[in-house]
């Protein structure tokens, strides 16, 4: 059952977060907005509809999501933050399984290009967001994780879990 509510949450929020969405036509750089990872080796840029988001729930949590996709749709990458005080800080959130929310917490959605839909591995310790800056208008960090397919969920088989490194965030709210 916790599972099932993780997998709800991750997805609620990557949502709410692409049904706002703006679109950027702007090339992908770290000094605009986009998402930049390597995936199991091969890199990804996705500049398309980035934008962050934040959200206050009435249980006494919040919510700060960002998600973007390529310029065709065909994938979609976003991550949210929760977190029990009114602003979000600098400094490195990790996957703690929603069980202390004044250390933050992080989800992450990521839907490839074959059709698979990944969420966050819950057991792995290195599955992290950095917020390096955060603005009026912007934040801005770093993430990597290992991602598991749940598509069989759905079922298609599952395929193995995939490694999100060197990624890069900055959105715009």
Known sequence: MRTLSKIIIACTALVCTLTSCKKSNVSPKLSTESIVFTLNGTKHTLASNVIERKV??????????VAASSSQNTEVMGFTVLYDRDSLKTGTYTVNNGTDLSRGNVTFTFVSDNGHTYIQNYTNPNN?????????????GTLSAVLSDITSAAGSPSLPDVTLTNGEFYAKA
């Open 56 to 65: 206050m729930y009435s249980i006494g949590f919040y919510t700060t999501s």
């Open 128 to 140: 992290t967001i950095t917020i390096t800056e955060i603005g009026a208008d912007y934040i801005k």
